[in-house]
């Protein structure tokens, strides 16, 4: 059973920074996809960033070159910077984990099993 703790979430001001974590009590222990959801009030669950098991990675047009996905297989965490937010970006924020079976990591809800239960972003303007 995978169980997933967001935190780090938080108000900021535009052109503000947060970094987000999401700690994992268990793998499987095969090759895997986590990933960084938002939704905003009355919004779809859209998808920020991916990472795979080896390291490759993919985030959504909105947020590359302000947003960076990363992880601590040590430490067994998942992070997301976030530099230069935007109102725009205010939603809550929630970490995912599912299988590696093709390609660069989804960034479709559908294709993650285990989920986190989110932490609040508000960016000010």
């Known amino acids: 059973q995978v169980q997933l703790v967001e935190s780090g979430g938080g108000s900021v001001q535009t052109g503000g920074s947060l970094r987000l974590s999401c700690a994992v009590n268990a793998y499987t222990g095969s090759a895997h996809v986590m990933a960084w959801f938002r939704q905003a009030p009355g919004k779809d669950r859209e998808g920020v960033a991916g990472i795979r098991s080896d390291g490759i990675t993919n985030a959504a047009d909105s947020v590359k070159g302000r947003f960076t996905i990363s992880k601590d297989n040590a430490k067994n965490t998942l992070y997301l910077q976030m530099n230069s937010l935007r109102p725009e970006d205010t939603a809550m924020y929630y970490c995912?984990?599912?299988?590696?079976?093709?390609?660069?990591?989804?960034?479709?809800?559908?294709?993650?099993?285990?989920w986190g239960q989110g932490t609040q972003v508000t960016v000010s303007s």
């Open positions: 995912a984990a599912g299988p590696w079976l093709l390609g660069l990591p989804r960034l479709s809800p559908s294709a993650y099993a285990y």
